[in-house]
Nanobody, 124 residues
Framework: QVQLVESGGGLVQAGGSLRLSCADS????????MGWFRQAPGKEREFVAS????????RYADSVKGRFTISRENAKNTVSLQMNNLKPEDTAVYYC?????????????????WGQGTQVTVSS
């Protein structure tokens, strides 16, 4: 069973960087597409980035293009999100998600498995 655990969140000043990681402790996500989403207080969960199993295709929300990079290490069953030049509006709980469907998935409803989330707070 896919079991996703996020790590790497924290408090950072605007302009700083953080690297989030998501590990599949169940080691059953082979072949799965992976994604990152975020949810700020009072707002709906929104797409941030996603990547196919091979890593050959990625997709980003316009708000993070050029600042965030998604990557994965299939041998370690992990996916990462490198976040640079962080802004206060990036403050949210960040969630990792996985699904066996092919293609670059961007809708929350497209993902079957979710982690518990990790808090990212960017101060101005």
């Amino acid at each position: 069973q896919v079991q996703l655990v996020e790590s790497g969140g924290g408090l950072v000043q605007a302009g700083g960087s953080l690297r989030l990681s998501c590990a599949d402790s169940g080691r059953t996500s082979s072949g799965y597409g992976m994604g990152w989403f975020r949810q700020a207080p009072g707002k709906e969960r929104e797409f941030v980035a996603s990547i196919t199993w091979s890593g050959g295709r990625t997709r980003y929300a316009d708000s993070v293009k050029g600042r965030f990079t998604i990557s994965r290490e299939n041998a370690k069953n992990t996916v990462s999100l490198q976040m640079n030049n962080l802004k206060p509006e990036d403050t949210a709980v960040y969630y990792c998600a996985a699904d066996p469907k092919a293609g670059v998935l961007i809708a929350p409803m497209s993902f079957t498995y979710w982690g518990q989330g990790t808090q990212v707070t960017v101060s101005s």
